[in-house]
């Protein structure tokens, strides 16, 4: 009784203790307690692809990478994991350093769950010893980041970078920096990536950029070049050519040019989804094979436009823009693009490189032909005149220059270009940019400052093809709007289409104003029927599947379940996208040319799981120029996602060491457990079940341990520590407070 | 047979039996005091004043701890005995063979059969005091009485603190044994940890012998009920039982943020307390049966 | 000070209430000894009992082990005091083929573990009865057992390992006993009491 009493002081003192004691200081300069920079540096890891043809591994690419789960999951780039031409390799090391002054030492291996080379995204799950044994990615229980929702981030916002500044001796580098501005791309909207004012090694690529929260935010992005190419760095390390000498003959490892940008990490948030759900996705029906283009990339076609409307498309064209402009976007026409291509955007101004409004070279994340843009919003440009020029591979592919600070003469203008039907009224009704198939197509736009007889022309073109022409007096009022329509008898084909409008104000037609739009499916009234009998179902296999009847509902536990639609008038080539999604969170979204027939029943997806689909509320949606033409959805089991307790990266650390009272020697083999807030130590040793335990940890031969599990504030854990031939040492109430970063205890045991 | 080693000034003093023999309590007194105070002196200046030794010199100076016991014995006990009427024999011959019984038997057995530190850590506070008394305790005090009943029993037990200077060199035999296997197996072991057990380990084993002692001196110089002997026995078992875990639970940390650190001075403090008490006890229980058995020859020689 | 002398030898000899507090004293002491290791046994030898409806399955493990049963096994104690490794006992069942022999499923256990752990050496492998008269296989292994956590410099352990597999109904249920090389031998009993109130 007098032990417990004891016990219940001892709580009680501790409790008052933790809440006013902070403990360890950390050692990045943030104001915010909750970064844990020891924890991060921990779940970095630098990522190694190697060649394992020969009789030892070759290393063919190296970048950093962020743990992401305890598992093992690891966020990085796709460009040097996945193989490709710059990176070729086979296999992937995971080197992690044990100690927080080291370098890093290869100890895992590690393969690839998922990926994205346009976005250049890559989850990669560890699943081997260095030696090739299996891990259980379960019986992990690895240090990791959460990711943050990166549209929270503000401009001027503090950024860490953490990660391996080279593959020498170097341990893992902080950096600092401030968020300087967002790239738009149609990809990502305004905030395709973040740029950044520090300037980050190429080994860096793929590692983890932080909030003041310590949460990931970005991955910092770049791509190697082709070792061949002019300007490229890379660095020899081993023997390849086995001649007995390290030289420029050997395999060198490309590392990449300087980074300043980083990808959102709400791009990898689908992927992630998908990693740690272990939701496969396969298309079942046949399709046409992809085949690579034949042709050299291309930009061309340069224009500027001041916004970007909801469909991705200009609002209009402009050749300068006011002063005070804080949005430009750069659109241009691309053809023979691949996910391996890397482009890049330099702005200049005065011939002195603007870093701010430039996008160092990235992956290509568009599809193989049709209209980008890149763009800025949200930062003032200065008065100048800047020049873009677009880069393919390093090499310049075409350039355009942009007057800012242009005098405020009201020049005659087209905008805002929308297509649809026309109706009785003389409106033009539909989705905006996608419309049915039909004998007309109408397209709607704003005038302002026309004056009659003003010379102005259309051109519509069918993939890519001049279709229609018409050059025309202008006859209507000085503002407002105005529709023109294409329109075949025949009926119009489904495929892409395009309207540009020029005008002539003195110095030759120039283009004022254009947009794409698309035409697929079957008429319904003003809107098109594109995709339909969207259904889930499940069956015993695929060919089963084609004739189930659908299903809202599933049981918990299904092995696998199928998805169908029928489809109209989809033209090959055709940009559509696939959303899938789990109670609201999306874990695949893919947008891709259509490259089935362009008529069809049964469009079949399956999902499998292994070990039975989680249950969940599932839904697929169907869009194509970001408009939703069909979805469907069921629930799986209960209908939600079950809880993961181990989910949570924030909370406290608890580590420290184990001493031999009498020898002073750290003691080796000790247990460290941390009981859950459910029971204390005397319900525990009354039981000795697994089910009470929070954290288990052992020490290592200095008697050092970590419990890798991060203790939650507010909760009340016990402890128990027992070493054999000691007397245990136990605690309960023990309560983190919220703001302490870690607990690093010595602990002392006494022979019994 | 004591051969008078010189005869006193005062032929009444040395007709007194009572100056014939070495005093032993003053000598254990002495012994112990200086002992304690050796190892506070080392724990002071190591662990409060962090007074670090050269590190080479820290073994050393842990063998001079563990020796120190057996040095202060030599010199204020065996030495001092020759100066005394009747000197006591054998004294390091009865050092010697507890020694060397708890090396080779003792020890080994409670290590390899009783394996206490496989099930006393995990008990509770009662178990932990049953499971040391009847372990460690009976056969620590089971092995110093069988070396006083086959040495010394027969021949040289011939006043009561005889049984009190033999008891406390099979004592000192048996701490000496724990201490050798202490530092051989710790050898990183701080001076003042070293200290410290030096002291404990004493401490106890002269505990348990006190009342060897005693049983051996009543078995031996009265007629007591032939249960006394195991009763003591029994008792001192009891008193190492209960003072092991008693003092490791003390000394064993009690968990805080900063640390979980043990208390070695509680440990210490107890233990001092416990042979003082102890020593008290015994001696008061010396004195009163040595009174008594002068009443008693008065009463006779008063008939 | 009256001091009582009994000087030189005893001429008058051990008496027989010395002689018997002797033999006492001896008795007590080797009586007390017994009950010090019975102690012992009973603290080292207690039990604790599992039963597993499910899969017909009644056990005594030890006290003081960790029991879990959130695995690819029945259930799964370990003894989270001993250093090294973690003194481990383990029952699972795998489906097997009916016509599936030892052999078969000793194979399927060699080519998992040696995908997952280090090291790993098959020794021996001998038929054995087990103490219901049932038929049985032994199987003998070792592994290397690498530190759990990347961030500490933990010294890996040789594991000795013993499988006890019994083939019935369609299932073989495999007993698995796992313990750090240099306590194998000290730890064996404690596994072997497990197997002999094992039922299944």
Redesign the interface.
Known sequence: MH?SF?RAI?AR??LF??VC?L?LPTTVHTQDANFDADRIRRATVFVMQVDTTGASPIIQCAASGTLVTRTGLILTNAHPTVPNNACPGDDLIIAIASEPDAPPVPTFRASIVQSNPGLDIALLQIDRQIDGRLIDPTALSLPFVELADSDSLALDDTLVVVGYADLGDSSVSLVRGTVTGFSAEPIGGDRAWIKTNTVLPGTMTGTGAYDQSGRLVGIPTTVPLDQVAPDSRCLSLQDTNDDGVITSGDRCVPLGGEISVLRPSNFARPLFRAATLRLDLQSQTATVPFTAPTGAPVFSRLFFSPTVNDAGMPVSVVRGLPAGTDRVYLFFTYANMTSETVYELRVSSGGVLNPTFSLSAVRWSGGRDGLWYVGSGGQPWSNGVYDFTLLIGGVVADSARLLIGASGETLPTFSDIVFGIENSSDGVVGTGFVLPTGTVASARFIHRNMSPGLRWASIWYYQETEVLRETLDWADGESGTKTIRIQDPAGLLPGAYRLELYLDIGQGFRLAATSDFTLAGTPVGDFARIFEDAHFTTAADAERALTASGLSSFPEGTASIYALFDWNQIRPGTLWTMRWLVDDEPFYEQTLPWSAAENGDDYLMTLTVPGGVPDGTYRLELSINRIIFAQTEARVGIGQLPIDRFAQASGVQFRGQIF??????GISGATVIVISDLFNVEEFTAQWDQEQIYALATTDRIGRFIVERLLQPGAQYS?F??A????????DG?EVAPDSPS?D???????? | ??VPRQALLDPIREA???NR?RRVWSALTVEVVILFGAAGLVFILVDILRVAPPTALVPVLSVGMVVLPLLLWLLLSVLAERRAIEPRQRLIVVFVITALAANAITLPFIEG???????????D?I??I??Y???IG??QE?TK??VL?YTIW??L????TDAVAYSVASALGYAFALNIQ?LI??????LD?VAL?VVENVALNLVGALFISL?LAE???S????????IM??LA?FVVGTTQ?LQ??L????????????R?LVGFGFTAALFFGVLAMVTFLYSAI?RR??DL?KTKDGR | ??????????QSG??Q??R???Y??????AI??L???N??DS??NAVVAYSNTTAGIRALYPR?WLIDTDGDYVFRVRDL?AGGYKTTIQVAIEPVAPTASSRNIVDALTLARSQRVAAYTPLSRSPISLSDEREALALEYAYVEPGDNVFLSAIPNVVSGLDIIVLQRGQAIIISFLSDSDTYDSNYPVFQRFLDALVF
């Open positions: 032990l004891k001892a003192a501790l203790a933790v004691v403990s031999d009272t009498q020898s002073g020697a402890l520590v027992i054999e031939g000691y007397l245990p040492i136990s605690a023990l607990l205890i010595p602990f002392y045991l006494t022979r019994g | 047979m004591s007194d039996p009572a023999y059969v009783l394996q206490p530190g496989r099930w006393l850590p995990l008990e506070a178990n932990r049953i499971g008394t009847f372990s009976i056969m089971t009485y069988l009943r027969q021949d037990l011939r006043i009561r202490f197996a710790n050898p990183g072991a701080s940890v057990r049983g078995t031996r110089f007629t007591p009920s032939p249960f006394f002997m195991t026995l029994a078992a875990p490791s639970g000394v064993n940390a009690i968990f805080s943020v900063r640390g979980v650190f043990d070695p040595e058995e002068r020859a | 000070m009256a001091v009582i002398e009994i000087g030189g030898a005893s051990i008496t209430r010395q018997w507090g002797h006492f004293a001896v008795f007590y002491a007390a000894l009950i010090g290791i102690l012992r603290s080292v003081g005091s």
